[in-house]
């Protein structure tokens, strides 16, 4: 059973940078596509990033979070990171990392393993 770990969230001031991490166990991380969600309160998961499992497949970003976060993985370690920079209040949600087999998705119904998720606090 793949389990996957959240860290790094917190509290941050408009325009910083945070670095969520998340730990994978249990699995073939290398034959894993990683993604990264987020959720506010009363609103559906909405996609962040994603990982595909193939070194040399382009990354997937949202509109709304290019050329500010980039997703990245350490296949060695089996982590998968979310750097995030120049950081907004509508950026505050609670992110949460995702796993599927191989290609990436922009949809949260096609991943098989999610973890708990980090909470991140923007304030204006």
């Known amino acids: 059973q793949v389990r996957l770990v959240e860290s790094g969230g917190g509290l941050v001031q408009d325009g910083g940078s945070l670095r969520l991490s998340c730990e994978v166990s249990?699995?073939?991380?290398?034959?894993?596509?990683m993604g990264w969600f987020r959720q506010t309160s009363g609103t559906e998961r909405e996609f962040v990033a994603a990982?595909?499992?193939?070194?040399?497949?382009?990354?997937i970003y949202a509109d709304s979070v290019k050329g500010r976060f980039t997703i990245s993985r350490d296949n060695a370690k089996s982590i998968v990171f979310l750097q995030m920079n120049s950081l907004k209040a509508d950026d505050t949600a609670v992110y949460y990392c995702?796993?599927?087999?191989?290609?990436?998705?922009?949809?949260?119904?096609?991943?098989?393993?999610w973890g708990q998720g980090t909470r991140v606090t923007v304030s204006s």
């Open positions: 249990g699995g073939p991380f290398s034959n894993l596509a």
């Open positions: 995702a796993a599927r087999y191989f290609a990436g998705s922009r949809r949260s119904d096609e991943y098989m393993y």
């Open positions: 990982s595909p499992w193939s070194i040399g497949s382009p990354e």
